[in-house]
Nanobody, 121 residues
Framework: QVQLVESGGGLVQAGGSLRLSCTASGSIFSINNMSWHRQAPGKQREWVATITWGGSPTYRDSVKGRFTIFRDNARRTVTLQINNLKPEDTAVYYC???????????????WGQGTQVTVSS
């Protein structure tokens, strides 16, 4: 069984910062890409940032320069540092890991349960 658990969401004022963390646990053989996604009320879930096993990040344009993704492979965690928050960043943030289950051969995507980020203007 594999679990991804996010933490770090909350209510902040515009211009503030938050750090979201996600830890993978369970019967995991290896983790490939890890990523963050978000879903605002009434909107589809959208990709935010991805980081490879080797630490190479990519971001959606609207968060470049404000969001930083990094990971700790030993601890199986991925973190999203969010600075200069804007009201339009309000959403439930989900982490996703593309990983190989112990005893498995092919990678699959696993999702966390989400953490709420609310930005007040």
């Amino acid at each position: 069984q594999v679990q991804l658990v996010e933490s770090g969401g909350g209510l902040v004022q515009a211009g503030g910062s938050l750090r979201l963390s996600c830890t993978a646990s369970g019967s995991i053989f290896s983790i490939n890409n890890m990523s963050w996604h978000r879903q605002a009320p009434g909107k589809q879930r959208e990709w935010v940032a991805t980081i490879t096993w080797g630490g190479s990040p990519t971001y959606r344009d609207s968060v470049k320069g404000r969001f930083t993704i990094f990971r700790d492979n030993a601890r199986r965690t991925v973190t999203l540092q969010i600075n200069n928050l804007k009201p339009e960043d309000t959403a439930v943030y989900y982490c996703k890991a593309n990983l190989v289950h112990s005893g498995g051969y092919f990678p699959n995507d696993y999702w966390g349960q989400g953490t709420q980020v609310t930005v007040s203007s």
